[in-house]
């Protein structure tokens, strides 16, 4: 079994890579993917030898939790952990400008001792409730020999206040005594807190429009539906819609379930109604249904209203396959992606070494006077260096991405095939139901005695698309069991140079194998049974949504209408997501790389008296991981 399941808890890549090294360590776990962004797992298991409750025990142990109650969707525990976090950031900023007056001295409480002490309960409530979350978390993951952000910020947050609370209360025994100047970092803790949660809630609302497209499919299916049942229409949710029920559908309603149509009428004709069936297949010009016709859930009559019977229901549905397909595709993950997840596992301890050795660099150095100074530096490395952008690179690139495929009606099985997509630099075309339709009402016994013209037509938009390919420098092969003259006729009328004629599907199999033998990566684009050996073999296999279930079973990739321009936009597609998955890693590296230095102090050795300080990390590492997001969200817009 096959199983999208909500994740609860995660911050940043090491999050995530701890959650699918735990997943896939059970037993009867076979793969598990997880995405950051989407928080989801994508889990392959089998329910004989593991149970959800007991993965969601396990990772219940590592400090997270899965949602397995169906009851309770995704969404609106997403909605509700947004209010929570809403909340902690808006009261964390409250306590930020209370200590940063009370510290500051904006408000005079008299002694100094006073304000430290005052300034130690504020920065407590901060921590107690505002950063609960990162000490649980980072304790439960300390146990099982885990560690992420949230281990980070503990660590920082909880080395500033230990080592302010005593300079609170022994500071003049400790340090005045030697000459030792001191002070409280108190700000230090709650401005971390601060920051840290304003980035994540920043996060999350910009990773907001990176699921939007699953949100619009959803929002296709509709909540009720009208049931006819002994001469009466009931309204009723969907959700209690069984296989045989009878339903009617009204002009502008949404179709509630695949079906079959019973009977049907419009002002046009006295047996049929017209569909708008483009949120599935693109196709613009509403589809006739008369008695006997399929229906899918999401579709709307524009004209006339009919009745059909219920076939396929809930998760069965066309459209529930669809979402549940673009939902596996974007948790996923592309080669590059798992190469970030290995690194992300070593990461938060090789960032701990740092900062231990930077505390000892400063301490050594400069002994008892620079201890201060060694506690600062150690905490800012500790803040700086966040694996957040880094862990976001790559899967919300890939999100908006097959988001944006999905919306033009292009379905991507998974990010190896979008990121493949963008290398192909041949593609294989079949003809007839792939580049040509062939025409209604013709008698096929006398088929090869007709023109060419007459028993096909060429797809809307199929020469632009071929042509638009060869102009990328992608080479279009037409494969076809016709004759000759009909193939060399339609790859005219196409404008594909190369074809081949009365072919078999072990023919087609074989240009693939000989294309890549001689390096090329190919594309193979079909519809058909005796497509499916050369869809296996190919290097991106791509299906049209009107073809064969076998096509599209062993498709990477489905276009669900008959528009073949989408294959370049595919391609254009890939090699702006991939280009972007570049920018964001490049921008993400550069940052640890420059920051890290600069929270140690580095500028020190060169005479220059500046570093970034713990407030500073943390609101620059929250930065960082917004904008990689805002980077990704360019793809939406692009052409």
Known sequence: MKQTIPVIGMACSACSANIEKKLNGLDGVDSASVSL??????????????????????????????VIDRKTSAEEIEKHEYILLKRRTLLSWLFAIAVMCVSMRWIDLGSHDVSNQVSLLIALASMLYC????????????????????????????????????????????WTGRGVVWHTYFDASVMIITFVLTGRLLEEKAKDGTASSIRQMMGMAPKTAHVVEGGKIEEVPVSTIEVGDVLEVRPGEKVPVDGEVISAESFMTADAAYVDESMITGEPTPAEKKKGAKVLAGT??????????????????????????????????????????????????VVACISFVTFLSWWIIGGNAFLPQAIMSAVAVLVTACPCAMGLATPTALMVGIGKAAQKQILIKDATALESLRKVNVLITDKTGTLTIPDRNIDFTKADNLP??????????????MESLQK????????????????????????????????????????????????????????????????????????????????MDVAQMTLMGNDLSAIPEAIRLSRNTVRMIWENLFWAFVYNIVCIPLAAGLLYAFGIDWQITPSWASALMAFSSVSVVLNSLRLRWMK
Request: with cysteine; net charge negative; proline share 3%.
């Open 131 to 174: 950063g609960r979350q990162f000490y649980v978390s980072s304790w439960k993951q300390l146990l099982h020999g885990a560690a992420s952000m949230d281990t980070l910020v503990a660590l920082s947050t909880g080395i500033a206040f230990l080592f302010s609370s005593f300079n609170t209360f022994w500071g003049d025994v400790a």
């Open 472 to 551: 990328d420098g992608i080479d279009v092969y037409m494969m076809s069991g016709d004759k000759e003259e009909a193939t060399r006729y339609w790859a005219d009328k196409a404008g594909i140079r190369h074809y081949h004629s009365r072919v078999l599907p072990q023919d087609k199999e074989n240009l693939v194998r000989q294309l890549q033998a001689e390096g090329k990566r190919v594309a193979m684009v079909g519809d058909g049974i005796n497509d499916t050996q050369a869809l296996a073999l190919a290097d991106v296999s791509i299906a049209i949504g009107k073809g064969t279930d076998v096509a």
């Open 37 to 66: 962004p989407a928080r989801s797992a994508l889990v392959d298991y089998d329910p004989d030898r593991i149970s959800l409750e007991k993965m969601k025990a396990e990772i219940n142990g590592i400090g997270y939790d899965l």
């Open 300 to 349: 709307i009559p524009s004209q006339g209203k009919f009745r059909m019977r219920a076939c396929q229901v809930g998760e069965d549905t066309a459209l529930a396959h669809i979402i549940r397909m673009v939902e596996e595709a974007q948790g996923s993950k592309a080669p590059v992606q798992r190469v970030v997840d290995k690194a992300a596992l070593v990461f938060v301890p």
């Open 452 to 465: 060419l013209e007459v028993r096909e037509t060429l797809k809307p938009h199929a020469r632009e698309a």
